[in-house]
């Protein structure tokens, strides 16, 4: 279930009727919050990039419908 809201005088205010029981508590998550990544966990999302790139370059590709085929069997 995805709710609908926006900052109105400081407080979050739902745009929708939700099917929620009353008191139900809810987490809320900005759409663009960046992200939380610690500088080891960022390090090591740049390095599986970059041997993304070497992989693309070097023609080291798989078809996407062959991945999907391949995760569809699982």
Do not use: F
């Amino acid at each position: 279930m995805m709710l609908k809201a926006r900052v109105k005088a400081g407080r979050l205010v739902v745009d929708e009727p939700t099917d929620l029981p009353e008191g139900t508590e809810v987490e809320l998550l900005p759409l663009d919050p960046g992200d939380w990544l610690d500088d080891q966990a960022r390090a090591a999302l740049h390095r599986a990039l970059a041997d993304s790139d070497a992989d693309v370059e070097a023609g080291r590709l798989i078809d996407a419908d062959v991945v999907r085929r391949q995760l569809r069997s699982r």
